[in-house]
């Protein structure tokens, strides 16, 4: 079965960096396409960033190019998220997720997040 850890996500002042991990299984990794998103309080789920099989490929939100950096080791089956210069407005459930390998259709497995809270 698939399942997706995220880990490494807590509390930070502005400014501030972490990075997050998922650890996957259940799946062969590196033949797909996985995703960050976010939720914060309050709103619905909003899309951060997406890498390639290999790693070779990656897109961001306009809000966080330039911050965050997605990168993944398939040989540890493990998807990472490094952020800086983080702002309150990062406060937010962070998922990662897999894609599904059909066009058109979304993430079909997801992890149960973890929060990153950013405060001063």
């Known amino acids: 079965q698939v399942q997706l850890v995220e880990s490494g996500g807590g509390l930070v002042q502005p400014g501030g960096s972490l990075r997050l991990s998922c650890a996957a299984s259940?799946?062969?990794?590196?033949?797909?396409?996985m995703y960050w998103v976010r939720q914060a309080p309050g709103k619905g789920l909003e899309w951060v960033s997406s890498?390639?099989?290999?790693?070779?490929?990656?897109y961001y939100a306009d809000s966080v190019k330039g911050r965050f950096t997605i990168s993944r080791d398939n040989a540890k089956n493990t998807l990472y998220m490094h952020m800086n210069s983080l702002t309150s407005e990062d406060t937010a459930v962070y998922y990662c997720?897999?894609?599904?390998?059909?066009?058109?259709?979304?993430?079909?497995?997801w992890g149960q997040g973890t929060q990153v809270t950013v405060s001063s």
């Open positions: 259940g799946f062969t990794f590196s033949s797909y396409w």
């Open positions: 997720a897999k894609d599904t390998g059909v066009p058109g259709v979304s993430a079909d497995y």
């Open positions: 890498i390639k099989e290999g790693g070779e490929i990656t």
